[in-house]
């Protein structure tokens, strides 16, 4: 039996090295054992011993052209290419390091496979690798390691600083909840080579902003502008009005814009709709008017946000039909609708109990070429469920499971309830089988066994 030699055997076989069995293996071995992978008759990969000279030509064709220093195991590399090589990780380290750091389970070992490919000239500019990296290990709860690595790639004189590079580690550390160390961050920038501008300041706002510290945003806009020189713009101003709405002191965001062209901002149709969007969420449609007749009064465009929050609007008080209306004018206006937006118009008529309409308005949403999401099949799915029009709903059903979606177990088992009294007992059985198929792992497959006993078929 000989080593696969082709294209398909680099993804197997890379599977196979980032086993957690196999890199133990590799990792005590010290080189005095190897594993050379065969065909069998069943055409599947079999480990055989080897020893390291064979592993080291196996290793080296073209091929199998991959990195093993973070499996301690030393990997000689070529620059020949097959023409027929269309596995692009073979040749690019950065997307080999970000397949094993997606794959890797183990806190530690992924950290080490981080910092051994971060010498990489392309690695300190790939966002994806670092993003991926900081969320598993936020997933994994080690913010120890978060900060290792950061901190690694701050202090890494290789690494060019920019303000942009250290306004992703700004954010990075946000996402990790390390807010703390976002400030130090950017309280650092001047030392690291780089000049703070509005948009450092901005991205520290946002961390305030999405960690929820919502008294730290002012504070920060006036203390750095004292000590640092940092005029406030337009964005700045946008983080804080959206901090006011999110904190419910709505009434002062709109207070602050009113305020903002005496501090040199002038507020544009972006800083209208998020406090048009904070009096749609506290159902203050005074407010919300109110912030209507500025927008218009200014002239500003509306944009497809201020539409589908008028759209909401509507929806939200059983006006569904009117809010139909606005699509018209919005297209009158160059603004033409999203799937948020019909998403919105199906959910409304659908709590109505209007779900000819809303049917309506998702034909007309797949004519325009917008496509459908999870959201618009469970909307119809769930209207059609409770009207006690099954039919429709099992269309609706299948169409949601062929675009690999699996519809929430309530409505699919009051749906195949709701066939099986109808005496459509294929159509139940069809559904059932469909959904076992779709659900192939975890709770969720457990959850839907049990459901699937419920049923007297």
């Excluded at 290419?81 to 806190?107: L, T």
């Excluded at 959201?375 to 059609?384: E, H, I, R, W």
């Excluded at 009051?414 to 059932?432: R, T, Y």
Aim: charged fraction near 25%; glycine fraction near 6%.
């Amino acid at each position: 039996m000989r080593p696969f030699r082709t294209a398909r055997a680099v993804a197997a076989l890379r599977r196979t090295l980032t086993n957690p069995f196999l890199r133990r293996q590799l990792s005590t071995s010290s080189g005095n054992a190897a594993l050379c992978f065969t065909s069998t008759h069943a055409g599947r990969l079999s480990p055989a011993p080897l020893a390291p000279s064979a592993l080291c030509r196996t290793l080296t064709i073209p091929f199998l052209h991959l990195q093993l220093s973070a499996f301690s195991v030393k990997a000689a590399s070529t620059n020949t290419k097959s023409s027929n090589d269309d596995d692009n990780e073979d040749g690019d380290p950065v997307a080999a390091a970000k397949s094993a750091i997606r794959s890797e389970s183990d806190p530690d070992r992924l950290v080490s496979l981080f910092e051994s490919s971060a010498h990489h000239p392309s690695f300190y500019s790939d966002r994806q690798i670092y993003k991926i990296s900081v969320h598993k290990l936020v997933r994994y709860g080690r913010p120890d390691l978060v900060e290792r690595i950061l901190e690694g790639a701050k202090s890494d004189a290789n690494i060019k600083k920019s303000e942009g590079f250290l306004i992703r580690l700004i954010s990075l550390y946000s996402d990790a909840g390390m807010i703390d160390h976002s400030v130090r961050i950017f309280e650092a920038i001047p030392s690291l080579g780089c000049q703070r501008s509005e948009r450092s300041l901005c991205a520290l706002l946002l961390a305030f902003l999405e960690n929820k510290k919502f008294d730290r945003i002012q504070e920060a806009i006036d203390r750095y502008a004292k000590e640092y020189s940092i005029v406030p713009g337009i964005a700045s101003y946008n983080v804080l009005l959206k901090a006011l709405c999110s904190s419910y002191k709505v009434d002062e965001a709109f207070a602050l814009l009113d305020e903002m062209p005496a501090k040199g901002v002038e507020p544009d149709i972006v800083c209208y709709n998020t406090v048009l969007d904070g009096y749609f969420k506290m159902r203050d449609d005074s407010g919300f008017e109110k912030v209507l007749k500025e927008i218009g009064k200014k002239k500003l465009r509306q944009t497809m946000n201020t539409y589908n929050c008028r759209i909401a609007a509507l929806c939200a008080k059983g006006k569904s039909s009117q809010a139909e209306g606005l699509l018209a004018v919005m297209q009158s206006d160059g603004v033409y609708p999203n799937t948020v937006c019909f998403n919105t118009l199906i959910g409304g008529f659908c709590k109505e109990g209007n779900v000819d309409s809303a049917m309506k308005v998702y034909e007309s949403m797949k004519r325009t070429g917008v496509s459908p999401d999870f959201s618009t099949y469970v909307a119809l799915l769930n209207g059609f469920v409770k009207k006690g029009e099954f039919q429709k709903a099992l269309g609706i059903c299948k169409q949601c499971l062929d675009s690999k979606w699996a519809p929430p177990f309530a409505m699919v088992k009051d749906l195949v309830d709701g066939l099986m009294k109808s005496s459509q007992l294929d159509e139940a059985k069809d559904i059932i089988a469909r959904m076992r198929g779709r659900i192939t792992k975890g709770d969720s497959k457990d959850a839907w066994r049990k459901i699937e006993k419920g049923f007297a078929l």
